[in-house]
């Protein structure tokens, strides 16, 4: 609870005696002819008089409408006479709005308050005060702010310390110009005398001289039920003159609010007010439409009435999906603010009633749809005022922030004005002489219409004629119930605005020719402030409204100095705004001059926009050490994490001799190391300025380089930007595709957020489909030329093939496409051309040599369909220039047909085309026969056989100490086969000769033939020794052989119908290892325990492991031993417990054999 301590010495009691006043009843006597005039005065003002009668006293309260206005007697000089109609009293003078000047205007004339009035009362004067807020509230009126047991400092407040002399000076009635009654300031002694005093009753009271600062202890978290959503909103209790920046730290360190990129400060009357539907709807959709492409803070008073509930309403009516994203801070009196206790409290969660209990009070609500709250003490109860001074410093200070760390705009401010009241004049004043814009929402009313209609009669000399300036005199006294003076002091403010026209806009919503509101908020700040057109260029970036860049600031004959279009670029792509890239380059910027090794490196590095911190860890991978904070990424950490996530032989432009040399050479000057963590603010500047200097030769694809960029950055829209543009489309999405994939497999390694690994396996999907859609695209339109798509050699990507990178990147859909598989029969079957039975006339061919002068063959013109078919030439030179003479006299022939029929056609040459494939003579068929890849593969399989059969009967039968012939067969197919793994790991195309067996071990029949090879060889060492060691050479045979003979499902795998089989045996035992695990746990717990009770005085041997696992392993099989079951029926003297190996095999049986066996073979289907 929150008091405020009065000093006793402020107040001075007045002369009443006790005749006329009832210390018992504490109640007043006043005459009839008061209490008429009194209510005559209640009428005149539109008030409802209640009169309390007590006996023979009463006491008159007056109401005005909702407000209580409590009317009070005191500093009279007699007591009231026996005979009530004795006394007469007149009204000497009635002060609505006291003494008119703009520094007066407060909320008080919005809502058509009274300040005070006097009245006369016969010979002696008496004081009658009308107060305007007299409702109870509490407060200290601001804190320290703290959040939990933290309590950052410079946000203080203060405690109310003394009052005006001019008190209402009644025990409970009087009331304080903090707005309390005397009652509620605790620590008062009420045992004084009136004395009617000078000296400091003259004294004005105010907050900075008659409060005292000390801790919050309000604030929070808000809950506010609305149907069946909560939202939650964070507040803070704090005082009025708080240090702004403190305050901003809060919002940004403890409230976790991001920086705006633009502030909408909405300026409107208190109380309710209609607006039209058309012009409700242009409201709310223009307003949140703002706020949500700019990411902007929306600033109100935060009550529940007025232009604050229609900012909420449109919040709730068209942001429904997105509501918290949007921030909208409220900033209302503390001192209005109704169900005050149920905030107060240190770091609580408290459910709020959004509906007023007191339909008369003037206390109001919160608004549930502001999702962050600075309630503004000032010590007082129930008035307006000072937080427009705490929330104008926050808007200025908020104004000097930086949009972000590369501009040098700072955040813009714009006002929003609807309804309102002659304060909503004053704060148009203040706001646009400080150059700030006003977008003025014309038709809601009150203040804006009246704003609105000088600003439209204005002539071009800035002056009105003089029946206008008489008709908004008049549209102020009748608006406001101003007098004439008043009218006047408010009508040259008005003036005084229309000072600053250009920092003004009117939306209308009713013209024909309106604009949205959103674009008439953006265009003010446009017009109404003096930025430089790359200024107002990085303000669109920032907001990312791509309309307002095209309609007025990127249009025709505008004149740009150099290199601003290119920042303008960096700030795009560092804020990932894809459609202002998409225009700059429309504009005519040029990536390839504007993208080079410093710039790309900047974007790597960037911290603004959509960071991606998976990459620093990808880069710790790669280097195997862990990265400082200020470490900078380089392009050649950038090409380490390429080949890591492509994998296999895969070498990267970044990591390559001469992309090094080029980049050592372009930071020569620069003596630090690049990427040295120690230096990197070193080189940060350099790589600045160096962007800033005229720039080397940029990339050739600068579109790929941006891709892998998107893509390494995680964003996925600027990524699907750039695949749209540049060259190698297809390539490009298979990239993309790889990348994410692998990146998705790292997130999911790393135990990373589950959602990273689904968001990354969704990008890669997204461009895998891409790239089968191209594919598909290129194959209906031309078949050849999409064959060839996919095995042109690609410089950019490593030499690799389109094809090579989908089989590597484990592109299952794109490899099998019909195109794909053409395309792989065609390379498959070599210039052979068959369609039946290939693999039975194959075998035929290979065992009967002559059949091969009977098989048929492509011609060349068919070959020049095959990607390959560069690689065959013919080795004589006259056919080869005959088919070219053919060639070129067939092009002259179609070129003949389509001129027209006159010219004579060729015949020759037509036949010599059409008999081309039966020119091939038997020595050229014989060469292309065994080059072909499928007849390779079957004569490798057919020796591997032979191999196998032999090696089976080496094993087979007894083996002598000297090799026989069948087992030196064995021996040199398995010596030359190990030679030829060795020249695969040699041309391989990895550099390092490490990475090279690393890649070829990473297939898994080349590891399976590794482990084979390497046991034969220590069998063989072994057969040559004395009888010990040649019978375990011959026992490594046995074993070896098993796998070669698991070498055969290799073989299986090309063929359509066993592939898939053998792909699900190894999906299946990949699957089966935790069963199995699980299993073996079981079998273990178990096994010890049957074989400890059955043997407990076993010695020690490695006998006991088998014995643990032996019998256990064969019973899931279903040998139970039935025999062995209950050993004491056989033999009396069984060891003690035996009796329990039943219970516990019976329990083993039902869990491994029930459960964790059809555990597996549901798992399987």
Same mark, same amino acid.
């Given at each position: 609870?929150?008091?405020?301590?009065?000093?006793?010495?402020?107040?001075?009691?007045?002369?009443?005696?006790?005749?006329?006043?009832?210390?018992?009843?504490?109640?007043?006597?006043?005459?009839?002819?008061?209490?008429?005039?009194?209510?005559?005065?209640?009428?005149?003002?539109?008030?409802?008089?209640?009169?309390?009668?007590?006996?023979?006293?009463?006491?008159?309260?007056?109401?005005?409408?909702?407000?209580?206005?409590?009317?009070?007697?005191?500093?009279?000089?007699?007591?009231?006479?026996?005979?009530?109609?004795?006394?007469?009293?007149?009204?000497?003078?009635?002060?609505?709005?006291?003494?008119?000047?703009?520094?007066?205007?407060?909320?008080?004339?919005?809502?058509?308050?009274?300040?005070?009035?006097?009245?006369?009362?016969?010979?002696?004067?008496?004081?009658?005060?009308?107060?305007?807020?007299?409702?109870?509230?509490?407060?200290?009126?601001?804190?320290?702010?703290?959040?939990?047991?933290?309590?950052?400092?410079?946000?203080?407040?203060?405690?109310?310390?003394?009052?005006?002399?001019?008190?209402?000076?009644?025990?409970?009635?009087?009331?304080?110009?903090?707005?309390?009654?005397?009652?509620?300031?605790?620590?008062?002694?009420?045992?004084?005398?009136?004395?009617?005093?000078?000296?400091?009753?003259?004294?004005?009271?105010?907050?900075?001289?008659?409060?005292?600062?000390?801790?919050?202890?309000?604030?929070?978290?808000?809950?506010?039920?609305?149907?069946?959503?909560?939202?939650?909103?964070?507040?803070?209790?704090?005082?009025?003159?708080?240090?702004? #920046?403190?305050?901003?730290?809060?919002?940004?360190?403890?409230?976790?609010? #991001?920086?705006?990129?633009?502030?909408?400060?909405?300026?409107?009357?208190?109380?309710?007010?209609?607006?039209?539907?058309?012009?409700?709807?242009?409201?709310?959709?223009?307003?949140?439409?703002?706020?949500?492409?700019?990411?902007?803070?929306?600033?109100?008073?935060?009550?529940?009435?007025?232009?604050?509930?229609?900012?909420?309403?449109?919040?709730?009516?068209?942001?429904?999906?997105?509501?918290?994203?949007?921030?909208?801070?409220?900033?209302?009196?503390?001192?209005?603010?109704?169900?005050?206790?149920?905030?107060?409290?240190?770091?609580?969660?408290?459910?709020?009633?959004?509906?007023?209990?007191?339909?008369?009070?003037?206390?109001?609500?919160?608004?549930?749809?502001?999702?962050?709250?600075?309630?503004?003490?000032?010590?007082?109860?129930?008035?307006?005022? =000072?937080?427009?001074?705490?929330?104008?410093?926050? #808007?200025?200070?908020?104004?000097?922030?930086?949009?972000?760390?590369?501009?040098?705009?700072?955040?813009?401010?714009?006002?929003?004005?609807?309804?309102?009241?002659? =304060?909503?004049?004053?704060?148009?004043? #203040?706001?646009?002489?400080?150059?700030?814009?006003?977008?003025?929402?014309?038709?809601?009313?009150?203040?804006?219409?009246?704003?609105?209609?000088?600003?439209?009669?204005?002539?071009?000399?800035?002056?009105?004629?003089?029946?206008?300036?008489?008709?908004?005199?008049?549209?102020?006294?009748?608006?406001?119930?101003?007098?004439?003076?008043?009218?006047?002091?408010?009508?040259?403010?008005?003036?005084?605005?229309?000072?600053?026209?250009?920092?003004?806009?009117?939306?209308?919503?009713?013209?024909?020719?309106?604009?949205?509101?959103? /674009?008439?908020?953006?265009?003010?700040?446009?017009?109404?402030?003096?930025?430089?057109?790359?200024?107002?260029?990085?303000?669109?970036?920032?907001?990312?409204?791509?309309?307002?860049?095209?309609?007025?600031?990127?249009?025709?004959?505008?004149?740009?100095?150099?290199?601003?279009?290119?920042?303008?670029?960096?700030?795009?792509?560092?804020?990932?705004?894809?459609?202002?890239?998409?225009?700059?380059?429309?504009?005519?910027?040029?990536?390839?001059?504007?993208?080079?090794?410093?710039?790309?490196?900047? /974007?790597?590095?960037?911290?603004?926009?959509?960071?991606?911190?998976?990459?620093?860890?990808?880069?710790?991978?790669?280097?195997?050490?862990?990265?400082?904070?200020?470490?900078?990424?380089?392009?050649?950490?950038?090409?380490?994490?390429?080949?890591?996530?492509?994998?296999?032989?895969?070498?990267?432009?970044?990591?390559?001799?001469?992309?090094?040399?080029?980049?050592?050479?372009?930071?020569?000057?620069?003596?630090?190391?690049?990427?040295?963590?120690?230096?990197?603010?070193?080189?940060?500047?350099?790589?600045?300025?160096?962007?800033?200097?005229?720039? +080397?030769?940029?990339?050739?694809?600068?579109?790929?380089?941006?891709?892998?960029?998107?893509?390494?950055?995680?964003?996925?829209?600027?990524?699907?930007?750039?695949?749209?543009?540049?060259?190698?489309?297809?390539?490009?999405?298979?990239?993309?595709?790889?990348?994410?994939?692998?990146?998705?497999?790292?997130?999911?390694?790393?135990?990373?957020?589950?959602?990273?690994?689904?968001?990354?396996?969704?990008?890669?999907?997204?461009?895998?489909?891409?790239?089968?859609?191209?594919?598909?695209?290129?194959?209906?339109?031309?078949?050849?030329?999409?064959?060839?798509?996919?095995?042109?050699?690609?410089?950019?990507?490593?030499?690799?093939?389109?094809?090579?990178?989908?089989?590597?990147?484990?592109?299952? +859909?794109?490899?099998?496409?019909?195109?794909?598989?053409?395309?792989?029969?065609?390379?498959?079957?070599?210039?052979?051309?068959?369609?039946?039975?290939?693999?039975?006339?194959?075998?035929?061919?290979?065992?009967?040599?002559?059949?091969?002068?009977?098989?048929?063959?492509?011609?060349?013109?068919?070959?020049?369909?095959?990607?390959?078919?560069?690689?065959?030439?013919?080795?004589?030179?006259?056919?080869?220039?005959?088919? @070219?003479?053919?060639?070129?006299?067939?092009?002259?022939?179609?070129?003949?047909?389509?001129?027209? +029929?006159?010219?004579?056609?060729?015949?020759?040459?037509?036949?010599?085309?059409?008999?081309?494939?039966?020119?091939?003579?038997?020595?050229?068929?014989?060469?292309?026969?065994?080059?072909?890849?499928?007849?390779?593969?079957?004569?490798?399989?057919?020796?591997?056989?032979?191999?196998?059969?032999?090696?089976?009967?080496?094993?087979?039968?007894?083996?002598?100490?000297?090799?026989?012939?069948?087992?030196?067969?064995?021996?040199?197919?398995?010596?030359?086969?190990?030679?030829?793994?060795?020249?695969?790991?040699?041309?391989?195309?990895?550099?390092?000769?490490?990475?090279?067996?690393?890649?070829?071990?990473?297939?898994?029949?080349?590891?399976?033939?590794?482990?084979?090879?390497?046991?034969?060889?220590?069998?063989?060492?072994?057969?040559?020794?004395?009888?010990?060691?040649?019978?375990?050479?011959?026992?490594?045979?046995?074993?070896?052989?098993?796998?070669?003979?698991?070498?055969?499902?290799?073989?299986?795998?090309?063929?359509?119908?066993?592939?898939?089989?053998?792909?699900?045996?190894?999906?299946?035992?990949?699957?089966?290892?935790?069963?199995?695990?699980?299993?073996?746990?079981?079998?273990?717990?178990?096994?010890?325990?049957?074989?400890?009770?059955?043997?407990?005085?076993?010695?020690?041997?490695?006998?006991?492991?088998?014995?643990?696992?032996?019998?256990?392993?064969?019973?899931?099989?279903?040998?139970?031993?039935? @025999?062995?079951?209950?050993?004491?029926?056989?033999? +009396?003297?069984?060891?003690?417990?035996?009796?329990?190996?039943?219970?516990?095999?019976?329990?083993?049986?039902?869990?491994?054999?029930?459960?964790?066996?059809?555990?597996?073979?549901?798992?399987?289907?």
């Amino acid at each position: 609870m929150i008091t405020a301590q009065h000093k006793k010495e402020h107040y001075k009691e007045q002369n009443l005696s006790s005749s006329w006043y009832n210390t018992e009843t504490q109640n007043i006597y006043v005459t009839e002819a008061l209490r008429l005039r009194i209510t005559e005065l209640g009428m005149q003002l539109g008030a409802i008089v209640l009169v309390q009668y007590n006996d023979d006293n009463w006491l008159p309260i007056v109401r005005l409408h909702a407000n209580i206005i409590s009317v009070l007697l005191w500093q009279c000089s007699k007591p009231p006479p026996r005979n009530r109609d004795q006394s007469s009293t007149t009204l000497k003078e009635m002060q609505l709005f006291g003494e008119f000047s703009a520094p007066s205007l407060g909320k008080e004339a919005d809502c058509g308050a009274l300040g005070s009035f006097e009245v006369e009362l016969g010979p002696g004067q008496s004081w009658v005060v009308a107060e305007r807020k007299p409702n109870p509230g509490s407060g200290r009126r601001g804190a320290h702010v703290s959040r939990g047991l933290r309590n950052p400092g410079g946000i203080e407040s203060r405690e109310v310390s003394g009052t005006r002399r001019n008190l209402l000076s009644l025990r409970l009635l009087w009331r304080c110009c903090c707005g309390r009654l005397i009652q509620e300031h605790h620590g008062l002694d009420y045992a004084w005398t009136l004395s009617a005093t000078g000296g400091e009753g003259d004294e004005q009271w105010s907050a900075e001289k008659h409060t005292v600062k000390s801790p919050t202890d309000t604030f929070g978290t808000i809950n506010f039920q609305d149907g069946e959503h909560i939202y939650q909103s964070k507040y803070i209790r704090t005082s009025w003159d708080t240090n702004s #920046e403190h305050l901003l730290h809060l919002m940004l360190k403890e409230w976790n609010m #991001e920086l705006p990129k633009l502030v909408i400060s909405v300026h409107g009357g208190i109380q309710n007010f209609k607006m039209s539907s058309n012009l409700k709807e242009a409201f709310s959709q223009g307003l949140v439409k703002a706020a949500e492409t700019t990411g902007a803070w929306i600033i109100t008073e935060g009550v529940n009435s007025g232009v604050s509930k229609h900012v909420g309403d449109a919040l709730k009516a068209h942001s429904s999906k997105c509501l918290r994203k949007i921030s909208t801070v409220g900033i209302p009196p503390w001192g209005v603010i109704e169900n005050q206790r149920e905030l107060v409290g240190r770091d609580v969660v408290c459910m709020y009633q959004t509906v007023g209990g007191n339909p008369f009070s003037k206390l109001t609500t919160l608004n549930s749809m502001h999702s962050h709250f600075i309630l503004c003490d000032d010590g007082t109860v129930g008035k307006y005022g =000072n937080e427009e001074k705490l929330r104008r410093n926050l #808007e200025k200070h908020l104004s000097m922030q930086k949009i972000h760390s590369c501009s040098r705009q700072g955040v813009p401010v714009v006002g929003l004005v609807v309804e309102g009241g002659p =304060n909503v004049i004053l704060s148009v004043w #203040e706001t646009v002489k400080n150059k700030e814009p006003v977008v003025v929402c014309e038709g809601t009313g009150r203040a804006a219409d009246l704003l609105a209609f000088t600003y439209k009669h204005l002539e071009d000399g800035g002056m009105l004629r003089p029946q206008v300036k008489e008709e908004i005199i008049c549209l102020v006294q009748s608006m406001f119930n101003f007098s004439l003076r008043q009218s006047k002091h408010l009508f040259q403010i008005l003036m005084d605005c229309m000072m600053h026209k250009d920092s003004i806009t009117i939306f209308d919503a009713d013209s024909e020719e309106h604009q949205d509101l959103d /674009l008439a908020i953006l265009t003010a700040l446009l017009k109404g402030t003096s930025l430089s057109v790359s200024e107002q260029l990085n303000l669109a970036i920032a907001w990312d409204r791509v309309d307002i860049a095209k309609k007025h600031i990127l249009i025709y004959g505008q004149h740009w100095k150099p290199g601003v279009l290119e920042q303008a670029m960096l700030e795009a792509l560092v804020m990932d705004r894809v459609d202002f890239v998409k225009l700059l380059i429309e504009k005519g910027v040029n990536l390839h001059r504007f993208l080079t090794i410093p710039r790309l490196e900047d /974007l790597y590095n960037t911290k603004q926009g959509p960071t991606n911190m998976f990459l620093r860890h990808l880069v710790q991978d790669v280097k195997q050490h862990t990265l400082l904070s200020s470490y900078r990424i380089t392009l050649i950490d950038i090409g380490l994490v390429i080949e890591y996530l492509i994998g296999g032989a895969y070498r990267s432009s970044y990591t390559r001799k001469n992309f090094r040399i080029l980049y050592n050479n372009l930071y020569r000057k620069n003596k630090d190391k690049p990427g040295d963590s120690h230096k990197s603010k070193k080189k940060s500047k350099d790589i600045h300025s160096l962007s800033e200097e005229p720039e +080397p030769a940029g990339f050739v694809y600068p579109y790929n380089e941006l891709l892998v960029w998107a893509v390494l950055m995680k964003r996925q829209k600027m990524a699907m930007f750039f695949w749209q543009h540049g060259e190698e489309t297809t390539v490009k999405a298979v990239i993309a595709s790889i990348l994410y994939r692998a990146m998705a497999r790292e997130a999911k390694e790393s135990n990373m957020v589950d959602d990273t690994s689904e968001e990354l396996e969704n990008y890669s999907e997204q461009f895998g489909q891409l790239a089968l859609d191209v594919l598909e695209k290129a194959f209906k339109q031309n078949e050849p030329m999409a064959m060839k798509l996919l095995t042109y050699e690609l410089k950019n990507w490593s030499n690799f093939t389109c094809l090579k990178l989908a089989v590597s990147g484990g592109l299952r +859909p794109f490899v099998s496409h019909s195109c794909t598989q053409m395309l792989l029969t065609d390379m498959w079957m070599g210039r052979l051309k068959m369609r039946k039975n290939s693999w039975l006339k194959i075998i035929i061919s290979i065992l009967l040599p002559p059949m091969i002068l009977t098989l048929e063959f492509k011609s060349k013109a068919e070959m020049s369909q095959v990607p390959q078919s560069q690689d065959f030439q013919f080795t004589w030179n006259n056919r080869e220039q005959d088919l @070219s003479t053919t060639k070129e006299n067939a092009c002259a022939k179609n070129y003949d047909l389509e001129r027209g +029929p006159d010219e004579k056609l060729d015949e020759n040459v037509h036949f010599d085309i059409r008999n081309g494939p039966q020119s091939l003579p038997w020595t050229r068929r014989v060469y292309e026969f065994y080059s072909a890849p499928f007849v390779k593969f079957w004569f490798y399989t057919m020796a591997y056989l032979a191999f196998l059969m032999l090696f089976t009967y080496t094993v087979l039968v007894e083996m002598q100490p000297e090799p026989i012939v069948q087992e030196w067969y064995v021996i040199i197919y398995i010596f030359t086969n190990a030679i030829e793994k060795v020249r695969e790991i040699c041309i391989s195309e990895p550099s390092k000769f490490t990475q090279k067996v690393k890649m070829w071990l990473s297939e898994y029949w080349n590891l399976i033939e590794a482990v084979a090879t390497v046991l034969f060889l220590v069998g063989f060492g072994l057969r040559w020794g004395s009888p010990p060691l040649h019978t375990v050479g011959r026992l490594i045979y046995c074993l070896d052989i098993i796998f070669w003979f698991s070498r055969l499902m290799d073989f299986f795998a090309v063929n359509q119908h066993a592939g898939p089989y053998v792909t699900m045996v190894a999906k299946m035992a990949a699957n089966m290892f935790y069963i199995v695990i699980m299993m073996a746990i079981v079998l273990l717990s178990f096994g010890v325990a049957r074989k400890a009770i059955l043997s407990p005085n076993e010695p020690p041997s490695w006998r006991l492991a088998r014995d643990i696992v032996f019998e256990p392993y064969w019973m899931m099989y279903g040998e139970v031993y039935a @025999s062995d079951i209950d050993v004491c029926e056989s033999d +009396p003297s069984c060891p003690p417990g035996s009796f329990l190996t039943p219970f516990l095999q019976a329990v083993y049986l039902f869990v491994q054999y029930i459960i964790m066996v059809n555990l597996l073979i549901a798992c399987f289907k």
